[in-house]
């Protein structure tokens, strides 16, 4: 696709709509365009580097291109698309991205645990140990129902930090992980790791021990960080 943020209206051309994955043309109109496109990049179904373009997607949204005009907006602002020479397209994925991405969230995933243990309420830590419980009936070869409950598990701890711009901030750079499909808890023994990491966590925040907690959670997220790495390294090298 090629952006195109000057024509009044219009439809897309034909070669603008072969840029646009099969799937996009049958969504139904119930997801606003952000949602959509949103999750069309984190798919992959709206690659790496894809222009994207006003009418088109307006047309695949059926919508007017005003409300794409402002999720492209709003997309612009997580940093998940860019502008370049070819207008605004979706980021590309790299090793230095990955790094700068955990580097960050290392720091804030530390921040969120030890302010957990100092704010959390009984009802958090309920909601918590049912998120770490759920988390041992996942099947371990079953890629999207581990990423998916561990996902859960951390979201039920952000909502424990009772901070809503750290939640959003986790919340952003969460979605920027998802965009890079393979998931580490794939690799060998990094779920029964991950468990285990996640149980030191909750004992953590019950016990109100904010230095042991904020300890564990960057531990776990600076190994998440070296398997990325290291999954990205191999990728590369096929």
Partial sequence: ??????RAGGSATANQRRALPPSMKTRERKISPYERIKAAIASGEIGPGTPLVETALAEWCQVSRTPVREALKRLEQDGIV?????????????????LDIYEIRVLLEGMAARTAAARRSAIDLINLRRAAEAMYKETPSDDDAMASSNRAFHHVLWRATHNEPLNDLLTRLDYQLARYPATTLSQPGRWEESL??????????EARDEDLAEEVARRHFTKARDLRLAIIARSEAE
């Fill in 196 to 205: 285990g990491e996640h149980r030191e966590l909750v004992d953590a925040i």
């Fill in 1 to 6: 696709m090629a952006a195109d943020g000057r």
């Fill in 82 to 98: 860019i502008r370049s020479d070819r207008g605004l397209t979706v980021r590309e994925r790299s090793q230095e991205e990955i």
